[in-house]
């Protein structure tokens, strides 16, 4: 378990470092919005229990509106 959480912990100070490092040869626009990022790590969980993969017995209402607003993978 320690080595998938040091996986994600990694992938996403690498995510975080490319959307936020600019180029030393353009100047930092201050209005550039930043991305909202949250990484929602559940053990025991297969991709096949949340209603937005495809699940009918389990209810997952809260999760399956952050999925319908976002990005799956």
């Known amino acids: 378990m320690?080595?998938?959480i040091t996986s994600v912990v990694?992938?996403?100070?690498?995510?975080?470092?490319a959307c936020t490092?600019?180029?030393?040869?353009?100047?930092a626009k201050k209005n550039l919005a930043k991305p909202n990022i949250i990484i929602?790590?559940?053990?025991?969980?297969?991709?096949?229990?949340?209603?937005c993969y495809g699940q009918k017995l389990i209810k997952?209402?809260?999760l399956d509106k952050l999925a319908?607003?976002?990005?799956?993978?």
């Open 21 to 27: 490092s600019t180029s030393e040869n353009k100047p």
């Open 60 to 62: 997952t209402p809260f």
């Open 40 to 51: 929602l790590l559940a053990d025991d969980m297969g991709y096949g229990e949340l209603g």
């Open 10 to 17: 990694i992938v996403l100070c690498m995510c975080l470092n």
């Open 68 to 73: 319908s607003e976002g990005v799956l993978y």
């Open 2 to 4: 320690n080595k998938v």
